[in-house]
């Protein structure tokens, strides 16, 4: 599901980029670039309140796959199923079981 999710932010966010590069600050934008056919088919005024509401629609889509992605991940992570380290034992008070130590051995004796 969360792949789903992956793949619908991206292609939100190619989109967003899309319409915020055509856009221009001062209003030409792609209209402008247009020139009269743009007029004459679509009309300026129309062209950028397209762009501008699938501004808005794309931002408010991307918000909001992003706070609802996290509700479909999984309660078990991979993390939780790890055995827990000593030092989350000792945090926790249970008995950290130690390495056995191999019997020392005896030094070797001078030989005369």
């Known amino acids: 599901m969360l792949i789903i999710f992956?793949?619908?932010i991206i292609l939100a966010s190619v989109l967003l980029g899309f319409f915020v590069l055509i856009?221009?600050?001062?209003?030409?934008?792609?209209?402008?670039?247009?020139g009269g056919v743009g007029n004459?088919?679509?009309?300026?005024?129309?062209?950028?309140?397209?762009?501008?509401?699938?501004?808005?629609?794309?931002?408010v889509i991307i918000a909001?796959?992003?706070?609802?992605?996290p509700f479909f991940i999984g309660k078990t992570s991979k993390?939780?199923?790890?055995?827990?380290?000593a030092v989350e034992k000792a945090s926790a008070g249970q008995?950290?079981?130690?390495?056995p130590v191999p019997p020392a051995q005896p030094a070797?004796?001078?030989t005369k």
Do not use: F
């Not at 993390?79 to 380290?85: C, E, L, Y």
């Not at 008995?95 to 390495?99: D, G, N, R, S, Y």
């Open 6 to 8: 992956g793949i619908l």
């Open 23 to 34: 856009q221009n600050p001062k209003g030409g934008g792609l209209s402008g670039a247009l």
């Open 40 to 59: 004459q088919v679509i009309g300026v005024r129309q062209t950028t309140d397209v762009l501008e509401k699938g501004t808005w629609i794309l931002a």
């Open 64 to 69: 909001v796959l992003c706070l609802t992605a």
């Open 79 to 85: 993390a939780q199923t790890i055995a827990p380290s």
């Open 95 to 99: 008995p950290v079981p130690t390495a």
């Open 108 to 110: 070797p004796q001078p």
